[in-house]
T-cell receptor, first 113, second 112 residues
Framework: AQSVTQPDIHITVSEGASLELRCNYS??????LFWYVQSPGQGLQLLLK??????LVQGIKGFEAEFKRSQSSFNLRKPSVHWSDAAEYFC???????????FGIGTKLQVIP | DGGITQSPKYLFRKEGQNVTLSCEQN?????MYWYRQDPGQGLRLIYY???????QKGDIAEGYSVSREKKESFPLTVTSAQKNPTAFYLC???????????FGPGTRLTVL
């Protein structure tokens, strides 16, 4: 069965600092990997996705993620965090076709001045 | 503008009553999904549908029912059999064969 682990429940960073959110997955074949962001009381927005090809994926809002098959990881990064990035971030893994995905429990990001 | 709408945003019901949550999309997506979100548990799949008049149970389907009579609509009924229905419910859609789901704004259901 597919699964996703986000080991950090809460992360606090200073505005302007770099950010890395960790995600490890378990999947039998080549996975489809996603990162989503959720503001409080809102739906989820897709930040980026990986299916194949270049293992460094660029997304919206200045985010990027790197797929490392040997480590079963898909960590999300941003070189300089803005206060508006404070939100909850979800990593997800799935297959093709109907796109049934499994979500991690999320990482809440707090940005301090 | 294309998107997914969920109504209402907040819903209150008495224990023992069935309640139906609305989800409509105008993205022409084939697949639609219902998730339940509880604090600290991420998103859990309730039901999903790939085509009209067909749907499958997800991981936590007990106490819920759905229908897919139209491509753009996928309503979720929370029945009185659901033991702990108070939660945030999210609807999503995706084009078949491609990646990424698009989410609605969610409905927060509180059962009193």
């Amino acid at each position: 069965a597919q699964s996703v682990t986000q080991p950090d429940i809460h992360i606090t960073v200073s505005e302007g600092a770099s950010l890395e959110l960790r995600c490890n997955y378990s999947y039998g074949a080549t996975p489809y990997l996603f990162w989503y962001v959720q503001s409080p009381g809102q739906g989820l927005q897709l930040l980026l996705k990986y299916f194949s090809g270049d293992t460094l994926v660029q997304g919206i809002k200045g985010f990027e993620a790197e797929f490392k098959r040997s480590q079963s990881s898909f960590n999300l990064r941003k070189p300089s965090v803005h206060w508006s990035d404070a939100a909850e971030y979800f990593c997800a893994v799935g297959a093709g076709g109907y796109q049934k995905v499994t979500f991690g429990i999320g990482t809440k990001l707090q940005v301090i001045p | 503008d294309g998107g997914i709408t969920q109504s209402p945003k907040y819903l209150f019901r008495k224990e023992g009553q069935n309640v139906t949550l609305s989800c409509e999309q105008n993205l022409n997506h084939d697949a639609m999904y219902w998730y339940r979100q509880d604090p600290g548990q991420g998103l859990r799949l309730i039901y999903y549908s790939q085509i009209v008049n067909d749907f499958q149970k997800g991981d936590i389907a007990e106490g819920y029912s759905v229908s897919r009579e139209k491509k753009e609509s996928f309503p979720l009924t929370v029945t009185s059999a659901q033991k702990n229905p108070t939660a945030f419910y999210l609807c999503a859609s995706s084009p078949l064969g491609q990646g990424g789901q698009f989410f609605g704004p969610g409905t927060r259901l509180t059962v009193l």
